[in-house]
């Protein structure tokens, strides 16, 4: 499903970064993308949920945890 997800994702926005783990039907994110510039953290999920949204409809994905951010938001060291 990790790989799926990251699939999904990828399909639908340009990623720097990305990031998946999966613990049951629980999915934690963090996507770095040039895409969520300007935007809004709401409307970066709103992106990033709209790439799973067959997934969660489904009961594949039951809860998702994200972490969008822009590359000069993104620290990797932290």
Known sequence: MQEEVSRLIREQITVEHLDVEMAGNHCTVTVVSVDFE??????????????????IASGEIHAVNIRALTPSQWNPAA
């Open 38 to 55: 300007g935007l809004s953290p709401v409307k970066k999920q709103q992106r990033i949920y709209q790439c799973l949204n067959d997934k």
